[in-house]
């Protein structure tokens, strides 16, 4: 009965209101819930120490597209997921990236009810850690595909959409730890975010392409020779 009760719970906090991304209030256990604070105030004083003055702007507004982001639903089977732009986030800011995911996601908490405040430093690690992964990743490949605009627009789509991935993992493993009752559920959750995987890598690869055009600094971290930027190349 206490499983059947937890399922139902879950269910109703995780599935029904729409925050399949976000780990509701209630859900996880307090080891997970404190843990969770511990490790995001780490990453938030490493990200402060990385911050230049030069890159609030930026942080500025990527955090609010983060945060308009959790707005933009669409329906898989019985639950919606959400946009996150988390790999866009973090290819574009780097380590300050997770400054942008902490302030989204306690707005998105305190304005909508997204998640909640006792979860905001899991919720926070799982999407943080997922958009430095992307950024660590993009940042391997961008400099050798620096005059191939289309490749490595597609490396970012293709990036992000892993990201989706492995935010889904953590998030799907934190669930399945705290109780066994939450593992279906946490099954479904991963099928869930697959879709939304794909959605992202393609938004991702298109704002991307757009950036390396108009804006190729924001990607590249600099900006280089025009003759670098090439179409097709």
């Known amino acids: 009965m206490r499983c059947l009760g937890l399922y139902w719970y879950g ?3 995780v599935f029904k209101e729409k925050k399949v991304m976000h780990i509701s209030e209630g859900v996880l ?37 983060f945060f308009v982001s959790s707005l ?8 919606s997921v959400h946009l996150t732009l988390i790999g866009l986030t973090g290819i574009v ?3 300050p990236s997770i400054l942008a995911v902490l302030t989204g996601l306690f707005f998105q908490a305190v ?26 990743a993009f940042s391997q490949v961008r400099a050798k595909l620096a005059g191939k605009k289309t490749l490595l627009a597609a490396a970012g789509g293709v ?19 705290s109780s066994e009752a939450f593992t279906g559920m946490a099954v479904f959750f991963s099928i869930s975010q697959g879709i939304l995987a794909i959605v992202e890598g393609v938004i991702s690869f298109l704002v991307i392409q757009q950036l390396l055009r ?12 025009l003759t670098r930027l090439h179409d097709d190349r």
């Open 159 to 177: 990036f992000s959409g892993l990201g989706i991935l492995l935010a889904t993992l953590m998030v799907a493993a934190l669930l399945a730890l």
């Open 111 to 136: 304005m909508f009810q997204h998640g909640g405040l006792t979860t905001l430093g899991v919720n926070t690690v799982t999407m943080g850690c997922s958009a430095l992964a992307v950024y660590y």
């Open 214 to 225: 108009i804006k190729p600094e924001l990607i590249l971290g600099k900006s280089p020779p």
């Open 72 to 79: 933009i639903h669409f329906k898989i089977g019985p639950t």
């Open 11 to 13: 269910s109703i906090h």
């Open 29 to 65: 256990s307090a080891e997970y819930v404190v843990g969770g604070y511990v490790a995001a105030t780490a990453l938030t004083a490493v990200a402060l120490k990385k911050l230049k003055k030069e890159d609030i702007p930026k942080v500025s507004v990527m955090g609010a597209a």
């Open 93 to 95: 800011l780097g380590a």
